[in-house]
T-cell receptor, first 118, second 114 residues
């Protein structure tokens, strides 16, 4: 497909388990973002990659959260020792903007992974 | 810290009438975005506003940006049921034209009734 693809669509885990969420961005998009959306709230920034470089991880809530994009394409968000407050929808977005030019291209979002921690 | 506020948070609209919703933000920013989200779905980009005085229109929706007032408005003309959704505005700050994070408001849920 042509859009941002995320998997799994739904994930249920027991507290304390580790989870891994996958994002496949739009082909050719060098910029990739992860956001967390709690119920009834707007998305909140977690981290940003340009190609394989993680340029901003200021939104990761704790050291239990880790993201990677080793080949500059697919990205994985990993949450270790999950806790109930990690329950949320995790959204991935990609963009064709690579910097310096003043472009009107938005971030394109995937359908998200709904994570429920029991 | 950049803050984005939207109001009202919920709006019940009557079919055929016009409405305006608001987004204001706390510090100078480079771009403002409007997204639409249907329940259980992802965010769909509606508008990207780049500069002061920018106005964009798509169908029954028109968005404008006043960077001096740090305010964006989304005007709805002759509301129809298909417009029922949650609308988010998001603000981006960047210094070189490079990507940076979006800061979202809490969203405004619009419901159109007959």
């Amino acid at each position: 497909g042509a859009g941002v693809s995320q998997s799994p669509r739904y994930k249920v885990a027991k507290r304390g388990q580790d989870v891994a969420l996958r994002c496949d961005p739009i082909s050719g998009h060098v910029s990739l973002f992860w956001y967390q959306q709690a119920l009834g709230q707007g998305p909140e920034f977690l981290t940003y990659f340009q190609n394989e470089a993680q340029l901003d991880k200021s939104g990761l809530p704790s050291d239990r959260f880790f993201a990677e994009r080793p080949e500059g394409s697919v990205s994985t968000l990993k949450i270790q020792r999950t806790q109930q407050e990690d329950s949320a929808v995790y959204l991935c977005a990609s963009s064709s903007r690579t910097g310096l030019h003043y472009s009107n291209q938005p971030q394109h979002f995937g359908d998200g992974t709904r994570l429920s921690i029991l | 810290e950049l803050k984005v506020e939207q109001n009202p948070l919920f709006l019940s609209m009557q079919e055929g009438k016009n409405y305006t919703i608001y987004c204001n933000y706390s510090t100078t920013s480079d771009r403002l975005y409007w997204y639409r989200q249907d329940p259980g779905k992802s965010l769909e980009s509606l508008f990207v506003l780049l500069s002061n005085g920018a106005v964009k229109q798509e169908g029954r929706l028109m968005a404008s940006l006043d960077t001096k007032a740090r305010l964006s408005t989304l005007h709805i003309t002759a509301a129809v049921h298909d417009l029922s959704a949650t609308y988010f505005c998001a603000v981006e700050r960047s210094y070189t034209g490079a990507n940076s994070k979006l800061t979202f408001g809490k969203g405004i849920t619009l419901s159109v009734r007959p």
